[in-house]
């Protein structure tokens, strides 16, 4: 069974394709998983034993007669419980919305269904995808993998822990300030939030409109460019959606490192804000793995990272309240109180704040993208910190809003987060991969190179 | 109003006039560290930079043939 746990996307397709796997053994076996270690990790806030054998025997039947949809046909994944899927309340891991059964599926979940995936459950998240770790909510939080005393990251939490843990092999989350790559990187897991627009974001709830992004979360570098492939495309009935080609996001993996340019932003973690000593000995050494695999290594200067956060949270807040207003009005005692703090700091900032946050977005992002002319990719420290534990409010306080993933919410473009290694004490350390607009492709060149040269993908927590 | 000087007693009334009169006193003082962070976070933006031909981010558009 643990053999199955750790199968990636692309090494369980290949074995369904050929009949070497059985899907339904397959779904049976992370089922049997699920039941066995998620009592303590909390990952699912619903799971759904039920659908997943149902998609899978359906799956068994086709793979059986020749119609193999392709990587994802009879390979279990979930969706945070932001995402939309018909039947299945959507609750926001909320009390607000706990009574709130979708009549249709995200567009995500549609292209899920389509290629064959076997769904699995609807994942934990935090409040309205901005309020935790919380423990007055109707479900608990979800837990670190690797030390379920720690914080798993967020929002997308459960699915950084159910991926990590080995219950999927793929999940999807969202990511508005970095609730995509803050579980991969705490997870030890890749997360990848790719360049606005290019994943609807129909039928997700919004946290905030301008800087909402759908995204992968996997264990490998390939199979997040997998999923890329599956979940990315135009949708006309979005209004962010972009119509630019998408597809094509494994074409450049094995190519490896040798003379690219890549900038690295070292005042991120150094001089705007310091990092742990041990994530940003992670983060050097990741460096200098990559120009001892031939990339040619500089140090870049952007904005000071305070201006960033500053402006996406003063962005994000703005446009969330203005969605909660009513619940807040009507209904401030059912939210937890991070999520009701938190989506308050939008209440009182004032019009012309919100639309100068917004042009100096522009600006900031114009800016940055101008330096991919001498560079292909940037990298930058993820997390500041490693992950604190969950039960200590003082320390998920702090270290909360140091990051610099929620700079490439600002930017736009693509932004990957992949593991580099461990603290002493067996925690993930990440660091984030960001490309050019639509320039995924480099990205995830980038940081397969680096998972080569490198074993943290190998490693997995042990749950017992 | 600078942050020092905004009060809970502020807060109470500034959020009875956008409707948020079921706010309790913890609530209030949720709002208040809240709206203190929002301001230092835009006392920190360089908006005096800014010249008029800076547009925002997202600005309207409409698609041919709509």
């Known amino acids: ?464 | 109003m600078s942050d020092d000087a905004l009060t809970l007693d502020d807060i109470r009334r500034m959020a009875a006039e956008i409707g948020m009169i079921r706010l309790t006193d913890a609530h209030l003082q949720e709002l208040l560290r809240a709206t203190r962070t929002a301001r230092a976070r835009r006392a920190a933006l360089p908006f005096a930079n800014l010249v008029p031909a800076d547009e925002p981010a997202h600005v309207f558009r409409l698609e041919e043939g709509k």
């Open chain 1, 1 to 464: 069974m643990n053999d199955l746990a750790w199968l990636t996307v692309a090494e369980a397709a290949e074995l369904l394709r050929g009949r070497k796997l059985s899907p339904v053994e397959y779904a049976k076996a992370l089922i049997a998983r699920v039941e066995r270690h998620d009592g303590k990790l909390n990952a699912f806030l619903r799971f759904t034993p039920e659908l997943a054998l149902e998609d899978a025997r359906r799956a068994e039947a086709e793979i059986t007669r020749g119609a193999w949809r392709g990587p994802l046909h009879g390979v279990p994944y979930g969706l945070k419980d932001i995402i939309d899927y018909t039947g299945l309340p959507t609750t926001a891991h909320s009390k607000i919305l706990k009574d709130n059964v979708a009549t249709a599926d995200a567009v995500v979940a549609q292209k899920l269904k389509a290629a064959g995936g076997v769904f699995m459950g609807k994942l934990s998240t935090h409040e309205f995808a901005t309020g935790g770790p919380s423990f007055d909510l109707p479900w608990p939080p979800a837990r670190n993998p690797w030390n379920r005393d720690h914080f798993c990251g967020g929002s997308s939490s459960g699915a950084g822990a159910a991926t990590a843990a080995g219950f999927l092999p793929a999940a999807i989350g969202t990511d508005t300030g970095g609730s995509v790559r803050n579980p991969a990187s705490m997870c030890g897991i890749a997360g990848m939030k790719a360049t606005y627009g290019l994943v609807s974001r129909r039928g997700v709830i919004p946290l905030a409109y301008s800087l909402d992004h759908v995204g992968p979360l996997t264990r490998t570098v390939r199979d997040n460019a997998l999923m890329l492939d599956l979940i990315a495309g135009h949708d006309p009935l979005d209004p962010g959606s972009v119509a630019h080609a998408a597809g094509g996001y494994t074409a450049e993996l094995g190519r490896g490192v040798k003379g690219l340019r890549i900038g690295v932003i070292r005042h991120f973690y150094t001089r705007d804000m310091e990092a742990d000593p041990e994530v940003a000995a992670g983060i050097e050494t990741a460096v200098a793995k990559l120009a001892e695999l031939g990339a040619e290594v500089r140090e870049i200067q952007t904005a000071p990272l305070g201006e960033y956060l500053a402006c996406n949270r003063i962005i994000l807040t703005s446009e969330a309240f203005a969605l909660h207003e009513k619940w807040m009005r009507e209904r401030p005692q059912d939210y937890g109180a991070l999520a009701r703090e938190r989506i308050m700091a939008g209440a009182f900032v004032r019009a012309a704040d919100y639309i100068n946050a917004t042009r100096l977005r522009r600006k900031m992002a114009d800016a940055f993208h101008a330096l991919f002319s001498g560079i292909d990719v940037a990298v930058t420290a993820s997390s500041m910190d490693p992950p604190c534990r969950i039960d200590d409010p003082k320390a998920i306080g702090y270290t909360y809003g140091r990051q610099a993933r929620a700079v490439f919410n600002i930017t736009g473009g693509p932004a990957l987060s992949v593991p580099v290694g461990f603290t002493k004490a067996g925690l993930p350390l990440g660091i984030q991969i960001v490309g050019k607009p639509y320039g995924e492709a480099m990205v995830y060149r980038v940081a397969h190179a680096y998972e080569r040269a490198t074993a943290w993908s190998e490693r997995h927590p042990a749950l017992a």
